[in-house]
Each structure stands twice: as C-alpha cells, then as structure tokens.
C-alpha cells in the first residue's frame, strides 16, 4: 500500500482561507457539504477537518501526522507537538493575532494586579490561569461559550479575548491593559510521525510550498528596461532585499530588470522609478515565490 | 424607578425562533445586529442575548431575573434554579431533544457497560460523567467543541451527542445505544427574584403567553353550522378534548358550532363532518389558546 | 403490514406551490435536498417527486396510485388515468394555463391552415401533431427543448406554447394566433388502485383537503353586528352565494352575521355594508373552507 | 370608455410596505422588475411608481388624480392638493417621524437662533429656509444629495434630517435641539378630480379600505366563554373602547363574547380575563377592521 | 454589409463556463438577462444562446455556422457536421464525460445483455436504442425528462446516464456495468460555411484562441536563476516536454530559465530546484499558452 | 504632526469600483458598514465617502484636498476646481458617458429646438438650463428625484439624461436627439491645496498609480521566442506603439521577445504571430502598466 500523510484542516472561520492558501499551493480541496473528509487531489494526502481547538489533541494522539492551527491552541492545550513552521495567511492582515486582557472602558483596573478576587471570562482558560498564577493574583477564571466581548462588566469584571486591530472590543467600550499571548497560525506535526524519512520530506514539501504561496500575495513582479547609465539610479531605488535579475537586451545600450517587491512599497517605489527614467514599467501578479 | 426583570434569550440556532414566539406571544424583540442587549417593546423588561450553556450560570449568580435555556444544560452546570414552566416550541418537531449515547454501526458496543477504558466525546461532560459513574463504568470523557458525530471511530470510540430524529447519527454511520437525557426549553428563574411577589407575577404572566402561542401554533379554530337533528353525530365526531361553543342561529333548527382542534387530526375530521352533514365547515388560524 | 397510497408531486416549477398546498391542507412534506423521496406526516402516504411530464406515465403502469400534473401532460401521453379533481392553486392566476399557436409579430400567418410546410417547435409533440391533423395542414413538427419563445423567425416559423398572461409571447414579439389546449392543474388516479375501496377514499379525503385549502386561499371569513331593523339591507349587499350565519345577541335588537366571501369582491362590499349601517366590521383570514 | 383613476405609489423605501398594505387592503399590485407602471387588479385603477418628493407636483398637475407620500414632501413642494386621509403603516413604528435639527453632540448650539450665519445642510430645503426665516435667523441652507447625518462638523454646522427614533442621529454624535416639521403619510388627491362624483367615491373607498387593513394591524381578535355570573368581571376587564359582541349559547347560563383588542394590550388583558374565570380564550389574526 | 459568422453558445450548465471562457480566449459576451442573443465585442460575430441538445439541428440546417455543444448530443442527432476541435474547459475536471449504463447496487445484471426485455430511462433514446441493437438485446427505451438516476428500480430498471465522476450515480445506489459512449465539448461548424474561405479562417482562429485559453487554465509560469555550474541539474528536474527560455543576465556567471509548466507538477517540481540550487523561484498566472 | 491629504471617495454606484480600483494601484480602502470614514493604509491619506453630486462643492470649499468624481457634476456646480487627472475604469466600458436629450420614440421632435415651451425633467439641471438658454429655446427645466427615463410622455416631454449604451433609453421608448454634455470620471484638486508642493506630489502619485492600474486592465503582456531570422516578421506583426523587449537567449540563433498589448488585439495578433513561426506563446496578466 501506498504512504499517505494525515493533515488536519482547521474547521471553521479559517477553513475557507485554509483551503484557498492549499489551491494557491497546488492543491486543490474539496469539501463535500458536511462532510468532515475533503477530498484532496493528491494520494499521498488524506485530509480531515477538525475544530482549531482540538487540532494538537489529536496531533499528538498521532491521529494526525500534521495539522494547521494557531500557536495559542497548541499551548492552552499543553500538549508536545513539533512545530514545522509558521504560516501567516490572514487576508486582512500580516500580524499574528493575541490574546488580551480587556476591562471596561471606564474602569479603574489598569494591571493584571488590580483584578485579585474578580471574574475573568474567557475561552482560553488553561493559559488565562497560568498568566494569573505567575503573577500570584488570584482570580475566578470562567470558560466563555462565545461573545466573551460583551460580557463585562455584567457577566465579568474582565475577559481575555483574542483581537488582531482592537476594534471589536473598542466597540464593545473595553479597554486592554496587558497581552496574554501572540498567536500565529503554525503547521504543527506529530514527534513521532515527523522522525519519519517519507513523512518528514513530504510535510517540508508542503511547508515549502504553503510558505511560497503565502509569500506571493504581498509580492508582485516588476520589469522595467533601462538604459545601462540609469542602471544605477533604478537599482538604487529598489529594495535592497532581493537581486534584481539583470538580462541583456538585443540594443546593447539598454538592459531589462526583472525584480520582486513587497505590494505594499509598489505605490511608493513607481513613481521614483520614473523619475530615474526606467522605461515600460509592468507590475505582474505572482502565484509563488520561494527565494 | 420602575420595576425591570432582567430576561436572557438563547444566543445561537434557537435566537430566531425565541424572538418569532416572542412576536406571538406579545413582545416585539429587536436583535440589532452584532448586540448582546436587543431591545424589547416593555419597558418592564431588559433582554440580554446568552449561550444557552451558560444561562443557568447567569441565572443562579442573579445577573438575570429569568431565561431560556434547555433543561440539559441546566443540569451540566450542576445548579440550583427555578424551573417556571416547559416550552416546547421547534417547528420541526413537538417532541423534546435528546443526549443518546451512539457508538459505530459497525462496532461490537451494546450497551455503555461494553465501553469500559474507552473514550467518549461529547459537548455534555458532566453528564455524561455523572451518566457512566453512576453505572460504576470508567471512562475517558473528552470535551468536543463540535463536530462531535463525526468522531466516531478516529477519534473517539463512542459519543454522547444530542439529536432529535436520529438522521445525523445515521448519516454518519453511528448506532445509538442508550438515552443519557432526555431535555426540552425550559423558562427558568433565579429563586431569589421568582420570590419577589411583582417578578413573579411578570415572570408568570410571560409564561402564560408564551405558552398560549405555543399551544395556538398547533391548534386552529373550526366553525360550521349544523341542524339541531343532525348536532349529536357532529359533536361525536370533534375530539373530546375542549368542549365547543354552540349558539343559537336566527333559524331556530339550526345552531353554530365554533371549537379549537389540533391542527394534525382536521384533516381526518373535516371528511367526517361533512358526512355528518355540516355545513359552511370553516377553518381559521389562532394567534393564542388559552384554555 | 399498513395500507399505504403511494403519490406523485410534480418536481419543478410547481414543486414548492404544491406543498405550500399540502401544508395548508393538512400535511407536512419534507423535502430533503436532492433526495427524490420527501417524507410525508402521514404513514399512509408515500411521496416521489417526479417531472409533471412523467406523472401519467408511472400513474398509468401503476407504480403510483395517484399524483399531481397538468391535463396537459396527461393528454400529450395518450395514457388512461382517472381525473380525480381539478386544483387550481397557482398564486400569480386563477385562471388555468393554455398553450396557444404563436407567430412572429410581422409574420403574415393568421390561421393554423396558414403554416403549411412550416416548422413548428413545440414541447408538446403529440398534442401539436393531433393539431394540424385534425386540420389537414402538413406541418414539421419539432421537439423543442426549452426556451422555445425565442426560437421563431430563426429557427422555426411558428411555436406551440404555454402561457398565461402571454406577456412572455409579446416581450419576444411573438402573435398568438389559436388556442390548441387549455390546461390546469388535475389530480389524477390509477384506474385500478382508485377501484379499491381504501385507496379511493383516501385520494378523496386528499381531494376533498386540498380543494378546502385552495377554497380558502381566494376567500374570506367577515363578521359585522347589525340592528334586526337594518338586517334586510345588509343581506341584500352580501353575495348571495353562501348563506351568511346569524345569531342572536343579548341585545336582542342586534344580531351577529357572520359569512365568507370571495376576498376580490370585499373591497366593494365593505363600504356598502358600512353604508347600510353595520358596525364592528372584521374580515379575518381562512385556512380551509368546505361548504 | 370605462372610468379610471390614476394612482401614483411611493418608489423607493415605501414601495414594498405600499404595495403589501394594499394587498391587506384588497388589491394586489404586481411590481414587473425595472417597470414603473405596476399592474394591479382593478381596471378602475391605473398605477404608477413616483418619487415620494415628486408625488405632489404630480397631483398637482393633474397627471394623477391621487398618491401617497409623506406630508413633509407635500409641503416642501408648496403645492395646493387635497389631504384625503392619513395613512400610518409603517411597521417600525406607530408614530410618525419628524424633520429635526440636529447640531454635533458636543457643540455650543442650543437653539436655531444660535446658528446665526452658519451652513444647514438638509434634503428638505424650502422648509427649512421659511422656519429660519420665520425666526429672523440668516442662514445658508445647502441641499444634501444624501448621507446628510455625516456632515456635521466638518460639511455642515447643523442639519435638518428625518427621524424616527433618533438612533441614526445618535450613532452619527449628533444632538437634537429642535422639532422643524411632524410628518406621516397621506393619501392626497388632486383637487379636480376630488370634485368628480365618481373619482371621489372611488378614491374615499380606497381610502377605507387602507384604513381598514391599517387598523387591522394592530388589533386581534379575541374570543372566550364565560358564565353570565363573570360576564361583569370580564366585561371590567375589557378596554371600553369598542364594545364587544355578545352571544347566547345553547348553555343558558353561559355567554360568547367576541371582540377586537389593541394587539399591544393583549399580554396585559389575558392574564386578568384567565383570573376572572373565563374558559376557551382564544386570540384570532384580522385582515380589516371598520368599526 | 461586413461579414459575419453566427455562433451557437449552449444554454444552461455550460453557459457561465462558456461566457468565461471566450472572455479568457478574449471576447466579452454580454448576456442580458433573459435574452436570447447575447452581444459580442467583436462586430463579425453573432451570437445565440441554444440548448447544447439542439446546436447540432440549428448548425445542420445552416442556421447557425459553428456552435459549442457536446460531441453526445452531435451523435444523438444523427446529423452531420463538421468538428473543429475538442474543448475541455470544466472546472471540475479535464476528463470529458461519459454516457454509463448503470443499474441498481444489489440487482443481479452484470452486462447489457442481462437486460433482455427490461425498461431503459435516458434522455439520450437513440444512442441508447443503437447501443442495444448493435448487442441485439431488445429493450424499451424510456425518454426521461430529468432525475434519471432515481428511477431504479421502481421507474425503470437500468438508466443510461451522463456522468463525470460516478458519485451521482453511487448516491442514488446504482452500479456503472458498462460505458455506452464518451463525451467531450467541441466547436463544430456547418460543413458549407466551414469551405467559405473568410468564415473558415475566422472559426480556426476563434478555436486557436479558446484551445490557448484552455491551455493557460492548467499552467503557469515558473521563472528562476540558477548559476551556469548548475544548469544542467535544473533542466535534468523540468519536464522535458517544452524547452524553456534561457537567457543571459549581466552578471555572466548566471542565467534566467523562464519556462511554461503544468501546474499539477509545480508543487513536486519546485522543492526540487530548490534542491538544485535554483534561487528567486517565481510561478506567476498565465492567460494563454499557445506552442 | 505628519502630513496628510483629505481624499474623496464618490459614495454610491461608483463606491465599489473606485475601492476596487484604488486596491489595484496600491492601496486598501476598508469601508466599514455604515461609516463614511473608510479607512485607508496609507498614513497620509484620510478618505470621506461624499457623492459625486458634491464632490465639487467640498474641494472647492477646501474641506477635501482632492476627490474623483464625473466631469458632469463638476461642470453642473459651477466651482472653479483644479483638473488633475481623467480616469475611466468602469469595467462596462471604456468610453465616457454622455447626458443626452431624449424624447419619446413617436414624437415629432428632431432637434432642441423643437421643445420650445416644454417641460424638460433632469438631474442635471444648471447644464440643462445653460444649455438651452445657449440655443434661446425657452423650456421649463424640472428637478427629477430620479427614474427619469420614465417620466416621457406623461411627467414630462422631453428628459436629459445620463447614457453608456442608451440601451435604458432604447427600453423605454425614447429617441437620443441631441449630446448636452460628455463626461467621465476625474481626479480633482482643490486650488490652493493643489499649489502646496507635499500635497501636489502626493496628489500626482495617487493619479500615476491609479492610471497604472486602470491601463493593466486593458492591457497584456506577451512572451514569446523567435528565431532571429523570423524576428522581423513577428515585429511587424506587433502594434507600434510600444517598442517590445528584445533579449539574448543562451541559443544565439534565437531571441525572447516580450511586450505589452492593448487586450482587444490579442485575438487578432496570436494567429498572425503564430503563422509567422512564433514559438512558446505566452500571454499573462498585469497588475499596472507605466511606459
């Protein structure tokens, strides 16, 4: 019988993404309805969706040989899996997401310490305890089924929740006073299965991959052609980041530069460009960029 | 200041359905987008979305006067509320939900005596604790943050999940094996506020409402005109149950008769009155029944 | 084992207006995604969906006791089904359907006898073919496999079509030029499964309901009070149809009358009643009406 | 010729509450997608689909004989139309909204006259120049194509905006100091064809019938039994507005009574009918009410 | 008057699919609503929108010049035309589909030949009444107007049936004993217009551009730089099937590969030249491919 | 504190395309529901959505330094604002629009002149007005709310009015006579805003990026190689106006060349490229063109 690898796909809000980022990767998904086995189009893959939280559960049970989850889960569920690499793909934004303590807007708590004796509601309840037993601040911890937001101050006297921008909890007039955990979404692995020859090259393969695919959707391609005394203006204005590659035109006296970029410098970099008297100026999407 | 009763309503796949027996039984409710705190049309009453799993715990810590919640997780939380009446309200089904224990169609497992060492998933951890406890049968429980049926057999060996027809089980190729709980919508009320004499009676005259919508929602009015002769055989063909109005026509060999029936067996009477002789047979929906 | 009419509902267009229909006559159908079987609330009964083109087929070879379809379809067949009942539930018209012989606005065709030679597409093949013949007009006859509206000048020079308001004829500027058929809705019986006694008073009580449930749909219940003095006048307003019900009041120089109406001619009655003095004028709605 | 009147209906936000409350009503209007011309089933009537703030220029006119619009609209236009009757239907609210100015929460302004030479901004231009007008206050008002409640501080120093409940103005940090204009809708007719014989009986029976549907909405029906001994009690506890229907029953020591109720009291009035001993209370849906 | 060719795009399930595809191939085909003759960019061209049943009949008769439908529906016709080039442009998948003779799980048939006597249901009646002669078993072949797959075993006892993976068909319990005819989307043309010198020219170049729209869809560029040294090794890794571009960079130790790849093979290819010291690895989309 | 620009966002039908336009050239607007602050990523930008009626009136006042929105409107509010920069992306198409006049389709009017004392219905009506004044054609100009095209013959007797195609015009009868005024979407600067030198740069970048993306859109790009005996065949082939990239392959006889092409040519040039023994033809997409 053929190897296969077992992955976890992490059902729920980033399912969808999950699944874009794979197609993006070359592999294309497909999720049947309600069904919790996508079909994948690769034999050596068999894929189940399984909820973020219980993802290193079931990892280290070795049910899964590897998985997508956020760090965050992997640590309230103190379990030992090996963690391949980190995998930021969240459109809206390129940070890790974090765990808060927030209290109410008007509140007088400014510390962790001010809250000895109060109810923290939250949905990550083993490392909420921790973070408030190395303090010493003792605290009642209760697990939130959802909407852990808008709990105080009726609910709770505070909450830790997780927040990227901030916005959700500054609309529901909560103010955060310390972070509790960064998170970020990580392809974890099981120990054993990861000392594995087969196993370990074909879960790198897919990091490797995964990796290029989200790398390209903040990079672009730029072509330019310049004549050879411009040559290093242009270079100049380009991020020193990468080499640009150089290629010889059929007119001597001219070269064309084939460079990637960060999406987000493109609007600064153009119009400097110009003015360094690059010519044809052709931004170009990317799929992967694995440099 | 007026006097308020604090009113929690089930956030989640029943919100929908709470807020449309709301408008029939007399409140307007309205859900404005992602707030926690919908507004009610009666000033005597504040509303506060809440998970249904944690209802009883708002409840008993006397954050809410008053909810609804299922009477399952009531029990899970392990405290001690007021149970003002049943309400039993799912279109799809007249009938309470229940927790079953299922294991794989294909597995050996009869009864919950065979699953000793193994482990159990499910969303109702201390029931189903207490559930193999009492049968002297030790167990792994494992919290499932959902998704629970299809665990079976990866993941878990059997489940205690809740289900009302079965059909989910089936499609998923589980057998159930025993009723752990049976449950149903429960108006609860903290004990303190149910003895406050003005909250009791709001919270009584809500549960008169509500249960007069439920009971309209599977009942209708039925009027028809009949002779005086033929009355006898008319009244032996209308369920026993209520006793109908008959009043007295212009004509004197006539008489009208006007009566509640449930809406499930009009369309094995009405062929019946109508051989009895009946005539004008009208049928017209209720908005409350009151008996 | 239990007796058991097994039926037909037209899958389709109609599909969702036939068991709105059951509804409101007494059952529940559920249909269930794709699944060609919906269940049904009564264990006497077993659903199919199949196309209203197929309906008399499978009812004439008696793979089923009874179904819903067009006199259309059943004609087209050429099959001999019982004719149980007509029902005319659509919502946009009370009026059946006809499919009509429709030419290119511009075209110089006035009479069927016009198109010798011609193409006609059509969906209903046999029925068309009947047409001319009966006519002595050579025609070629074409199965149209939908969108057959469009199809003149290009494709054919003339079309068999179903319409109702011919609104859509007109848009594609088509002529109606004759009527080949009318149609509507029937439901219809296996000679042989409508012989057995069961059988047959079951499709009736099926008949009987859902003619009550359609009877409702058009119609309305309205109640007034009115002095005996004015009595006569507001008889005379009423629609003589259906004899109104009239009972004494404890005033005994008022009377109660209570009555249906067809709702399209309430808009006119209701000043008139106004005029002729009666008070306390309510119209309220019908579920089913068996007179 | 047969007679008609035309018959402009609000386009835009009204539209669809227009069409549905002369369905209650008794006429069905069929809304043909991009078309301004809806059918409807009266061939009395002819439709047509206006902005709310042309109607009265149009009635005006004479173009239409009648329409709804808001009385706000009918005075900006300053046009001299027949008021036919008031026609509150909106299902948010019972009351009718009002033009208010509004000024930035946190600014100095308390009053119209301490915006002395500042900029209004306003859809409702010519009402809001003659109430400044009227108070000796120069200003300049500007129109506003839309979103008007955004403007202030930084387009605008105040408005003058239409308002329900005030939420939109609140969340926009706006502060309500002055009421310029109440408004509701009105059916108005062009005062010509208000002196025809005919147009005026056909449109004072559509007007009937709207305030019969109207009525309807916030009113059901109730029914119960009681035994002539508690018949004063229930009577006492019966809101005296209309009264209600009384009727002998076979059981001479019983009575019927039948009744129309403000829905909103309905949750108050059962619990006390229920204590002073009636039997069989039942609450029916209306369609019309002309009392 | 300009030459034109008129084209045929199937209406239905494929048409969405098609529009894309010519927009890739690029020309905007601009489908208004609910008619018929959707505009082109491009004036010699006249579209049409025909059920993919009838393009052979209209192309046959000269009405149209070329059309897309599947080569089944060509066959079925019996007529003849010419066909320009296959098609293959489902998403879903690059196999064409196939006609399968399939009959139900648990019955006892194994080949055709087992069916001696039974009942067919098809929609594709005369390849499916061919397929029997040609094997001399008699059937009846049933026309089924859809849902053929339920109709085992109560409305027929085998099907003939359209099907690209087998899971309609494995859903519906039914078992593929043998494959009646294989399908695939082709641009054919009528055999007249197909000599017309002009017209032939412009359906070659319409098939040239939609084969190298279809050929960009399953491919993607891959650009890298790689030292002279170690060249070799990362051609020996690209499939051999197209010679990449090699060209110069300025720095002389270096050169660029830019070549054109399946993209199913990227995510084994890519971690390969990595390994083969390929450095700046980009894959970027592709529109068209035409070698 | 740092420097910024206050941008204008055109609210309404042209929203989501100029956010979606602004994420091509390089910037992420996010509107947030409700809002009419969207947030952008740029820290030197602030955006406000205004509609385009406005847009105008705020540059002008200086309360926005720059904003896009149609010449139309500029024109319409009579205010002397700085022109930066004509940007047309709807997708639609690539011309401007026009406001026409247009009078029902069976009137007898040819020109303006014909329209002496009648009334004209317009959202333009300052142009509309100037416009006939121009011609010395007295006519009474009416304010439309919108749905003017309706308005002919019975509201009005002749409309100007907005058209791409005239395809709404052609819908409801009425006949295009004559061009009051061409427009199409434009960058505008407020004056003084304009003359500040950080301003003025970072109002020229926003219109270089923004004409980048808009060019990528109808723009490709094209590889392909070439012997070096073929190559001037192939450049004849290419449209002149952008001199192609030419550069050396490892294999001296051969050359890469790459260029950009206008999109609509693309299906005209590959089969001439390809007759002309181009080999490995490649188009790709761009993201921003700037020559």
Redesign the interface.
């Known amino acids: 019988m053929s190897q296969k690898i077992r992955l976890g796909i992490p ?2 809000s980033l399912q969808d993404a999950t699944i874009a980022l794979f197609e993006r ?3 294309r998904i497909y999720a049947n309805g ?1 069904s ?2 996508p079909t994948i ?2 034999p050596e893959i068999e894929c ?4 973020a ?2 993802m290193a ?2 990892v280290d049970h070795g ?1 899964l040989d590897t998985g997508l989850t956020g760090i965050d889960w992997v640590i309230e569920s103190g379990l030992d899996v090996e963690s391949v690499t980190s995998l930021v793909y969240s459109k809206q934004s390129r940070k890790g997401v974090r765990w808060v303590l927030a209290v109410p807007e008007d509140s007088p708590y400014q510390r962790a310490e001010d809250l000895s004796g109060k109810i923290i509601a939250t949905e990550l309840v083993e490392v909420t305890k921790r973070y408030f037993a190395q303090k010493n601040v003792p605290v009642k911890v ?1 697990f ?4 852990t937001e ?1 709990k105080p101050p ?2 709770a006297d505070a909450i830790v929740e997780v927040t990227e921008t901030g916005s959700s909890l500054r ?1 529901n007039r909560l103010r955060i006073i310390e972070t509790v955990l960064e998170s970020e979404t990580r392809l974890i692995a099981n120990r054993t299965a990861y000392k594995d020859e087969w196993k370990k090259q074909k879960i ?2 897919l990091a ?2 995964l990796k ?1 695919a989200i790398a ?1 959707q903040g990079q ?2 730029l ?1 330019l ?1 310049v004549s050879k005394e411009n040559l290093p203006t242009v270079l100049s204005v380009l991020p020193a980041l ?1 080499s640009p ?7 001597s006296k001219w ?2 530069v ?1 460079t ?1 970029l960060e ?2 410098v ?3 970099v ?2 400097r460009l ?1 003015a360094a008297q690059a ?13």
Chains 1, 2, 3, 4, 5, 6 share one sequence.
């Open positions: 059902k729920g990767a070359g592999w309600r919790y086995f189009d690769d189940m969706l399984i909820r939280q219980e559960r079931y049910v209760e939130s089924w959802g909407a808008v009726t609910l609309a790198d393969s490797l991959m290029g390209a672009v391609g072509m052609n990468n590659t150089i290629s010889e035109l059929s007119d070269v064309a084939n990637i999406e987000s493109v609007r600064d153009i119009p110009k010519t044809g100026i052709v931004e170009y999407p990317l799929n992967k960029v694995v440099l």
